[in-house]
């Protein structure tokens, strides 16, 4: 009996079983359609790194809080400095000094000054910052004088050197608006503003299992006929890298006991990733428990690697309904999968929206294959030079290859309606990462 009929037979009527070919904007689609931000959550400052402002960050004060000094120098009146110049310095009193974080108890009056550090406080009266150079300070510094007076050699204009209050930010405005990603950029504008701690999206929670009876969990003796379990692991460090929180419940073995046991753990999960027991060819065994316990669909995706999919959501009583995607076994195809899939799911839970990774066109230098009419994701490593972005495919393509996607950074592709790519030819390259080899 061919697979196709095999599944349908063991799969008890659930009509969810029956596969559609789906191209792979249409099951994003259907997936992301589950999707939504989660809710808020405060936590301090520096945590929030990656994550989402679920609320407009407003101003408490001004920045710069008090008018201040842009220059190390004196703080003068301006007009008692017009017409000052080499030939003709002004000789003004100095009646004292204020440092950064520190505010001037004096006044300055006509004919006097203040030494002034960058960022000090302007004192009351002064409306013009003299810079040291523009100054005799360093030849009386040299002849052993005081420096109870000073002689200015410049005619500056009125505020010079003073950076105003509220120049950068005025109390009550709007900094960053609800939705702004916290990079470190924003870390340092919101503990400008004294902000400790900040409302944000919170990250999801992704339950992620594996399934199989010849996988062994990394770090165990490997028995005749095991594998390690490369794709929990790897999935993980995926969901990381992607934002979110992962929780590892190990492997389920094919067997329906320790499928519904680990089932059970994925309560208080955003969603639930799997990989193996969702192409044609697998046990049953999966696709009955998933169906049983929920409404999941199983398609087929134009897509090379990754064709086989599930998606849809675990229903366990009394709980709250938990999507799941269900990735292919192999490393390779699971990890791509996961990419095109998983990533954006959780972007969209962290409300960013279903970010896309950035693109490239590249000249290949070496051949794609397209066997079968499906888009080829195949894994290169691009590089740089004279302006032209080249791809280098990482070796053989298999779906069980997985070292050919640690030295890729990059996924080319071949259109589902072309038969291949030859070297040379220009492509379109998602970029996974921009290692230290691409000098953009």
């Known amino acids: 009996m061919p697979d196709h009929q095999q599944s349908h037979s063991h799969s008890h009527g659930h009509s969810q079983v029956a596969e559609d070919m789906l191209t792979v904007e249409e099951a994003l689609e259907r997936i992301l359609a589950s999707f939504l931000p989660l809710e808020p959550e405060e936590k301090p400052l520096l945590d929030c790194l990656g994550q989402v402002l679920a609320s407009a960050a407003k101003s408490p004060l001004d920045l710069p809080p008090l008018a201040n000094s842009g220059m190390d120098g004196y703080a003068v009146l301006q007009s008692d400095i017009r017409g000052a110049s080499g030939k003709t310095p002004k000789l003004l009193k100095v009646i004292g000094t204020v440092a950064a974080g520190h505010v001037s108890s004096q006044r300055v009056r006509p004919g006097t000054a203040i030494r002034i550090m960058t960022g000090a406080p302007i004192p009351e009266g002064a409306d013009t910052v003299v810079p040291f150079e523009e100054t005799d300070e360093v ?54 503003l004294g902000l400790s701690r900040v409302s944000v999206i919170r990250r999801p929670i992704v339950a992620i299992l594996s399934t199989g009876d010849e996988l062994e969990a990394e770090g165990q003796p490997l028995s005749p006929g095991k594998i390690y379990d490369a794709n929990s692991s790897s999935i993980a460090a995926a969901v990381i890298s992607a934002g979110g929180v992962p929780r590892i419940l190990g492997i389920a073995r094919d067997n329906l006991e320790d499928m519904h046991r680990k089932l059970e753990q994925v309560a208080g999960s955003d969603l639930l990733v799997t990989s193996a027991g969702v192409s044609k060819g697998d046990y049953d065994i999966v696709k009955d428990v998933l169906t049983q316990r929920g409404s999941m669909n199983f398609w087929s995706v134009r897509m090379r690697p990754a064709k086989p999919l599930a998606f849809g959501h675990l229903n366990y009583s009394g709980q ?121």
């Open 139 to 192: 030849e009386r510094r040299r002849a052993g004088q005081t420096l109870d007076e000073i002689n200015v050699t410049s005619d500056l204009p009125v505020y010079c050197n003073i950076r105003p209050s509220g120049e950068d930010v005025q109390r009550g405005q709007l900094v960053l608006e609800a939705g702004t990603l916290i990079r470190a950029a924003e870390v340092g504008v919101l503990a400008s």
């Open 320 to 440: 709250k309904p938990v999507p799941l995607l269900g990735l292919p076994g192999n490393p390779v195809s699971a990890m791509v999968a996961f990419e095109m899939f998983g990533r954006p799911a959780i972007s969209t839970m962290l409300g960013r929206g279903a970010l896309a990774r950035p693109a490239v066109e590249g000249v290949l230098t070496g051949p794609i294959y397209n066997t079968d009419g499906r888009r080829v994701y195949a894994r290169v490593a691009v590089d740089h030079r004279d302006g032209i972005y080249y791809a280098n495919p990482t070796g053989p393509q298999g779906s069980n290859i997985l070292t050919s996607m640690s030295r890729a950074n990059g996924l080319a592709i071949c259109p589902a309606d072309q038969t291949g790519k030859a070297a040379g030819e220009k492509v379109k390259i998602i970029m996974l990462d921009w290692n230290e080899e691409v000098d953009v």
